[in-house]
């Protein structure tokens, strides 16, 4: 299996950057690769930074590649929180922990892991 690719996030993740950071991450993966996004230096990130890690997501589902994001803090930890993309991600506080993560079993894809919670719509 391939090396563990990182990428790291800018500060702002909102509805200008959301795309060029979207890009960053599906460019990073590759068929059966890994990747962990460390978003150590986001300070702020809207919803559309949000949907571009949902569609980055689904991407690597696509290609059989699994993502891993770390050391998100304050705002930006709230953000993925109070969306309930928490679920959907593997987030994790270290880089060293989504790298085991990234090497471990791979999580239930993200419509399982929804459905196992038995919330509705």
Partial sequence: ???IA????PATID???SGP???LIIDALKPGGRVVVD?????YMSAAGVRSFARALHHAEEVGAKIAFCRFT???A??????GFTALFDVVDTVEEASQRLKGRSPAPADERLRHRGHAG
Wanted: aromatic share 0%; glycine share 8%.
């Fill in 39 to 43: 978003g150590q230096d986001v300070a």
């Fill in 74 to 76: 304050g705002a930006a």
């Fill in 21 to 23: 950071v979207e890009t």
């Fill in 6 to 9: 990182t990428v790291m996030l």
């Fill in 1 to 3: 299996m391939s090396d």
């Fill in 15 to 17: 509805s200008e950057t």
């Fill in 78 to 83: 709230d953000c993925l929180l109070v969306s």
